[in-house]
Structures are given as structure tokens and as C-alpha cells.
């Protein structure tokens, strides 16, 4: 199982970016994805998650209402739509997948990972 997230980037305060996470090598589309964070000096932590679809989602307050989270399971993708962005979004941002049918955002329960992706936001 192999978890790629890209569209990070060099962005000013206020924009917007949007992350994908493709899965492969999971052959059921019975798992929900996180989206966690680790931004300089501090401990990593969890962002967001989506369940089995769009009807299941969470959000970390300090992104609510600023981020949202979807899947396309014919693409085996999810995305996190990032807006208003703040220079305290600066992160390395991961995605992770959860073999249950509802997501939890608790980093131990977290299957597989993949590799992060930078979204710096600074003018």
C-alpha cells in the first residue's frame, strides 16, 4: 500500500492550496484518510479526516471552517482544500490511512503513511 500526497507549495497569507492523497496497492475502498501536520518545532498533529465519504468528516478547530476534506474513491484520491491560509498553517503536511470504516485521527491507529508534503505560507 502506497500513500502519495502532493500540492504543497510557497503560498501567501489569505491563499489557498489543494492537497491530494493518491492511494494504491489497497484493494477495497473500505478506509477513511487523515491528515496530519508537523510544523517547525512543534509535534506533529492531526488536521482532518474523512470517513468512507463525504457525509463523514472532522476538523481540528484551528482549521475549521478554512479547510475541507473529500475523496473520490473512482480516483483513489483524497483532497484537502486549504483556504484563508495563515503563516501558522506552515507545515509539512502527511496523509494516512485508517482501516476502519470511520476515522479517528489518532496517530497509533494509522495503517499505512506517506511521505509529506511543505506548504509554507508567507508573503
Known amino acids: 500500500v502506497q500513500l502519495q500526497a502532493s500540492g504543497g507549495g510557497l503560498v501567501q497569507p489569505g491563499g489557498s492550496l489543494r492537497l491530494a492523497c493518491e492511494v494504491s496497492?489497497?484493494?477495497?475502498?473500505?478506509?477513511?484518510i487523515g491528515w496530519f501536520r508537523r510544523a517547525p518545532g512543534k509535534e506533529r498533529e492531526g488536521v482532518s479526516c474523512?470517513?468512507?465519504?463525504?457525509?463523514?468528516?472532522y476538523y481540528t478547530p484551528s482549521v475549521k471552517g478554512r479547510f475541507f476534506v473529500s475523496r473520490d474513491n473512482a480516483k483513489n484520491t483524497v483532497f484537502l482544500q486549504m483556504n484563508s491560509l495563515k503563516p501558522e498553517d506552515t507545515a509539512i503536511y502527511y496523509c494516512?490511512?485508517?482501516?476502519?470504516?470511520?476515522?479517528?485521527?489518532?496517530?497509533?491507529?494509522?495503517?499505512?503513511w506517506g511521505k509529506g508534503t511543505l506548504v509554507t505560507v508567507s508573503s
Open positions: 474523512i470517513g468512507l465519504s463525504d457525509a463523514s468528516t
Open positions: 496497492g489497497f484493494d477495497s475502498d473500505l478506509y477513511t
Open positions: 494516512a490511512l485508517e482501516r476502519r470504516t470511520y476515522c479517528t485521527l489518532v496517530e497509533n491507529y494509522m495503517d499505512y
